[in-house]
């Protein structure tokens, strides 16, 4: 069967699904990512120190995290659409707040609602893409490039509101996906799917849980997201706080980033069936570390360049694949993608608040290094499940 082609096998349907899902992940992209790109000019704007800068990258990873569970349960009760619909329109919501308020409890509130509607878009998303396409590796690997184009958009909005706007830019970028965002309200609320969840197993299908595999890939997620949360949300501060180069060029590598991220995505989405999964994720993990270190290691603005691409096209293919290792059990058991954003989301509310409070105490460049520390941690789990898969091959 010619996974490829997962979407010409589809009914109209089915087609519409997807759509409407590929349109809303898209809109998740940027408002996920520009987050980095708005953090400096907000904490201008209202006078926020690094750690409550820190501390708002954590709310949004909050949300995130009690979306994955939220997510999981509401729509055993009150159905996918209603809960798809409700849960996602927080993030509206949230970016209003920071338009009109410098509250910090109400920032704080605002960063929360994003995370909220983040999360829960990503497990609805990658539950149905999952299902509709009957666990098509190359649709999950082409939900989450529509992901990365919308967070290459990311910086480049924040750049063209600035251009137009000065320092009151960021308002208008939030106001941009305050409309973005209402349209994927609408297009959830037309959408046909199955209402009510199918739950296997007795008290509520955990028996996932028992699963090694399971817990591995958890862990790999853990240590991903926890470098990716920080490295999006801190990379412009860290350039600009450095002296290393203009926001607007540190804006620049952000969406470079991304556009890397796309790149690396797509190759994943090509050579995926052709390369063993436990593979691809040593290799990218391995080159996503050296990447990072040789970010560190320099101030030349060509090499940090080289190095931003390098991460990027490494970080590529971990969280897709990571997710496809456990796709039949996501396919069989509704609260498993749940958990596995819990899980996964945790790293993210850690890392972020760690580098704030490491930046206020020895320097951001000390914050930005404990990065390190995770990224070889997840790529000892990865080495872990390698010789996990070679263990089971050789049972079998």
């Known amino acids: 069967m010619d996974k490829q082609n997962f979407y010409t096998r589809l009914d109209q349907k089915d087609r519409s ?3 409407a899902v590929f349109y809303v992940f898209f809109v998740n992209g940027i408002f996920a990512m520009i987050m980095g790109s708005l953090l400096p000019m907000i904490s201008v704007e209202y006078n926020l120190s690094d750690t409550l800068s820190g501390s708002l990258i954590s709310a949004h990873s909050v949300g995130n995290l009690i979306s994955g569970f939220v997510a999981g349960v509401l729509p055993m009760y009150l159905g996918r659409k209603r809960s798809i619909v409700f849960l996602s329109s927080f993030v509206t919501l949230g970016f209003t707040l920071m338009i009109f308020t410098g509250s910090p409890l109400l920032l704080l509130l605002a960063f929360l609602f994003t995370g909220i509607s983040r999360g829960s878009v990503s497990n609805f998303n990658n539950t149905m893409v999952n299902e509709v396409s009957n ?3 190359a649709a999950l690997s082409f ?7 919308g967070a290459i958009l990311a910086p480049i909005l924040a750049m063209v509101s600035t251009r137009i706007l000065g320092n009151d830019g960021w308002r208008m970028s939030a106001v941009i996906i305050i409309l973005l965002t209402s349209l994927s309200l609408f297009f959830f609320s037309r959408m046909e799917m199955q209402e009510k ?8 299908g955990y028996d996932f849980l028992k699963s090694r595999v399971f817990w591995v890939h958890a862990g790999i997620l853990f240590f991903y997201l926890a470098g990716e949360a920080t490295i999006n949300g801190w990379i412009v501060k860290y350039f ?7 926001i607007g060029y540190a804006q620049f590598l952000a969406s470079m980033l991304w556009l890397a991220v796309l790149i690396g995505r797509i190759t ?8 063993r999964k436990e593979t691809i994720l040593l290799v990218t993990t391995t080159s996503t570390v050296l990447f990072y270190f040789l970010l560190l290691a320099t101030r030349n603005v060509t090499v940090i360049t080289i190095a931003i691409f390098g991460i990027g096209l490494s970080m590529a293919g971990i969280y897709p694949t990571t997710v496809s290792k456990v796709g039949k059990t996501i396919k069989e058991y509704p609260m498993a993608m749940g958990v596995l954003l819990v899980l996964g989301g945790i790293g993210a509310i850690v890392m972020p608040i760690l580098t ?15 990065i390190v520390v995770v990224l070889i941690l997840m790529m000892v789990l990865v080495m872990f ?5 070679k263990k089971r091959a050789k049972a079998a």
Request: charged share 15%; proline share 2%; hydrophobic share 45%.
């Open 17 to 19: 699904v997807l759509n």
């Open 135 to 137: 666990s098509s590796p």
């Open 143 to 149: 939900l989450h490039s529509v992901f990365a184009v």
């Open 197 to 204: 969840v199918q739950v296997k197993g007795k008290g509520g």
């Open 240 to 246: 600009v706080d450095s002296k290393i180069m203009t």
């Open 268 to 275: 994943v989405s090509y050579f995926g069936d052709r390369i």
């Open 356 to 370: 704030g409070a490491l930046s206020d105490a020895f320097g951001i460049f000390a914050g930005m290094s404990a």
């Open 385 to 389: 499940s390698l010789m996990e898969g």
